[in-house]
């Protein structure tokens, strides 16, 4: 995630102010304090909090780049501790050390933690995750913007004050010219926001579904430690104000500022242990292992200085004195524990590394075994089952695929047939040949050789769904193969160690391809020429085979699907016409009919060659290689989602640059089906509803948006259970950031999906028209996404409002005529009066569908969960 310009620059100042301030904890000279800076505690204790929340709010900035949300809290974290770096800094003003302290004159006089309020107020809405309503969004939106703008002026003002002092006092001493501590206003303002931030984020944290609501709770918990002791900071500056002062006992004090202090760890310990932010997988890995390496070597050492501590201390009593009692018991224990884990501490250590890295162990012993077992392998397929089998027991990768070179075709290919062959004389193909060391597949960026490959290699790339291209290379250095690994299941990437060993198994791999190839060419002269070309005549076949033959043949009548060979249909005898996917996804899916069709693509019907399930296979439109790795990524978001309504996502496949996502087969139809044959029954229709609301809830907490809800994505099992279809797939071409023309007028508007500009994913609509800037289906949109507003959940609520509005009507309400027209009905929720078009299911229905679908979103539904409990109202009526 990319900060803005005055965040860099902002995380710039903070990074200046907190270094300066550590050197000015470790000088020598006393430290400074004006005169309203009396504190009940000593300087020195006042350098906990600036360390803690100095390196609690480092880790989550840094551990947190994916997650915006760990991003806000880690820059809140280290405003935090530059409030408490002034007095540090005064120390080096005092010194007078120069460059250094005109450097930390005038960064104590920049008061950074004015914009606290901003970072604490966006971090307030956006955790949990569960999507915001309207009222909420709005709050939180508010908040952050009044916090920005009273924090610039505060910033403004504080810095202000030290130009006119050194304009109004050149060559003044230094410690002479620093501004006062700021006013009553500045700390009871910034205060103020900061605590009302709090208090709407411990409001929020009822919304937590079921699932998250302990980590949330106890990290929010863990947050509002903090609370106690800015509430007696506000209510003492106040009371200042007044010419008074808040005493509390001195142990009060000291607990509220220890609580305050730790806000870090407890916050820390939610995170890395409960995982209540994304904080990346290796940093949060990272130090669970330096916290347990650390705490055992602490269990050797502390014990036995606590021994040597005591026993100097006491050097002036009697060792009769010094080993009597319960002294000698303790002294006893911190002897045995001490000497115990000093003598064990190697083991302790061992079995540490092997509980936090017994992949890399594992990894390590099975891979090295496996580069002495390969030379007993006698051809490439024996090879190719003996790699896919115990590298992906070492290393647990996605997927693996051994690519061995033919020279007899000057082709790359999977003995095991599971992925499309590639050729030898390609650009990728001597890339790989020419490396030494395993390749890295990020497409995305730009500084790997991998990403300038022609567009057409980088989609076999994408379709191989490799992360790590291992070469094979013979002895004269010329290209035998290569070893592709998918990501690694668990989400960690391949270490130096583990190239290091697939290095080694390449290096034994080329000794069985080159004997094998060697064998090869030398049965070769005995086999007939073509005439003319040297080469076997099966071989000039192969080679002569286009491309396109590797797509399946498809019946323009009925769908059917047959092998690329095949000439007419078996049932119903017409011509076949190519297909737009191929007969067999290489070792994963085999497609068997086309069952539907829509403004995204095409929906096949699929077997799973894998686990021998039916599948149904939607063909999406054609995209980037780049954009396909990252709708690879998001069907993986998807498909960790599941509930009883949603139809699950498998995975997502690329064909030449075609994206497929894979998901449960419906075989009860759909129902835009249903209501084509007429109207559904209201007590069939609520059900249905509130099963989808379930659904969108289950989304929306996930904090995923359907966008596109429509009667042909909601689909049935063989057994008549609805299930909403394709979420997240709106939202991942969203992502794409492509903009698409209008839908033409001879077109059926309700089988479009319009992608917006980058633009309106930001929530800063441009002023073309809304017709080629939207997501989803024109008929279903709310009067708020065509008029460009930010996504929320209130877009798929509208939408299942118009669904179950239409399967009472037994037809579509906003559909026919201009498009204009047809938009500008939608903008002003002119929807059919239900008490006219529907006045037998008034009193049950009718004040449901008023509010529902009302012009003016604050009167409808707020979450799914409400439009739930309407329903569930409404069935009672029924």
Known sequence: MKNPAWERLLLALIGLKLGLALVGVVSASPYVVDANGATTLSSLMLVLPLCAYALGGTLLWLGGRGDRRAVHLGIFFLLLATSFSNRPLLRLVASDSG??????????????????????????????????SFRTRRIADGGALASLAIGAALFALELGCLVRNLLARPGAPLDSIAPPKPSFAYYSVVL???????????????????????????????????????????????????????????????????????????????????RALNIRLIARRALQYALARYSAIALAVVPLLALGAYLYTSREESLETIFSGRRLLLLGSAVVVGAAALRYRRTLLDAIDRQYFREQYDARRILTLLVERIRAMSSSADLSGLLAREVDLALHPEGISLMSFDPRSGLLADPRNRNRRLDASSELAKLVGDASDPL?????????????????????????????????????????????????????????????????????????????????????????????????????????????????????????????????????????????????????????????????????????????????????????????????????????VSHRHLAPVYGMETWQGTPMLVMELLEGGTLAQRIEKGRLDPAETVEMGIAIAEALEQLHAADILHRDIKPSNIGYTRDGVPKLMDF????????????????????????????????????????????????????????????????????????????????LLGRKIFSGGDMHNLMMRIRHGRVPEFSQVLPALEGTLGELFRSALHRTQSRRPASASELKRRLAAARLRL
Request: aromatic fraction near 10%; glycine fraction near 8%.
């Open 728 to 807: 997240g797939i709106a939202r991942v071409m969203f992502d794409l950031r492509r903009d698409t023309l209008a839908v033409p007028p001879d077109e059926e508007p309700e089988d479009s999906v319009l992608s917006p500009p980058t633009s309106l994913w930001h929530g800063t609509p441009t002023a073309g028209t809304a017709s080629n800037q939207l997501v989803g289906t024109l008929g279903y949109l709310s009067p708020e996404a065509l008029d460009g507003k930010p996504a929320d959940t209130s877009f798929d609520l509208w939408s299942l409002s118009i669904v179950l509005y239409e399967c």
């Open 99 to 132: 460059l250094l302290g005109m450097a930390a004159l005038w960064l104590s006089s920049v008061h950074v933690d004015a914009f606290l309020p901003y970072f604490f107020w966006r971090f307030a809405g956006e955790f949990p995750a569960s999507p915001l």
């Open 440 to 640: 890295e597949v990020d497409l995305e960026d730009a500084r790997l050789p991998l990403a300038r490959l022609p567009e057409k290699e980088r989609h076999w790339l994408v379709d191989s769904g490799f992360r790590l291209i291992v070469p094979i290379l013979a002895r004269d250095g010329s290209l035998l193969g290569l070893i592709g690994l998918g990501e690694k299941k668990s989400g960690l990437p391949f270490l130096k160690e583990d190239r290091q060993l697939l290095h080694a198994i390449a290096s034994s791999a080329a000794w069985v391809l080159e004997l094998e190839q060697s064998q090869s060419m030398g049965s070769r002269r005995s086999w007939p020429d073509t005439p003319g070309t040297g080469t076997p005549a099966a071989v000039a076949d192969e080679e002569d085979t286009p491309t396109s033959a590797e797509l399946a043949k498809e019946c323009p009548n009925c769908g059917r699907l047959f092998r690329p060979f095949t000439v007419f249909c078996a049932t119903c005898s017409r011509r076949l016409e190519p297909s737009h996917v191929p007969y067999v996804l290489p070792g994963k899916f085999r497609f068997e009919r086309r069952i539907g069709t829509g403004g995204m693509g095409v929906v096949y019907r699929g077997a799973d060659l894998a686990l021998g399930r039916p599948v149904a296979v939607k063909t999406l439109r054609r995209v980037s290689p780049e954009d396909a790795m990252r709708l690879r990524r998001e069907a993986r978001t998807a498909a960790a």
């Open 192 to 274: 103020t926001l900061a605590m009302l931030a709090l208090a709407f984020l411990l409001w929020r944290a009822r919304t937590a579904t079921e699932a998250d609501g302990g980590r949330i709770r106890l990290f929010v918990a863990g947050l509002a430690g903090m609370a106690p002791f800015l509430l007696f900071v506000l209510m003492d500056v106040i009371a200042n104000v007044f010419d008074r002062s808040i005493a509390l006992p001195v142990p009060i004090y000291l607990l509220l500022f220890l609580l305050f202090s730790s806000v870090p760890f407890t916050t820390g310990y939610a995170v890395l242990v409960h």
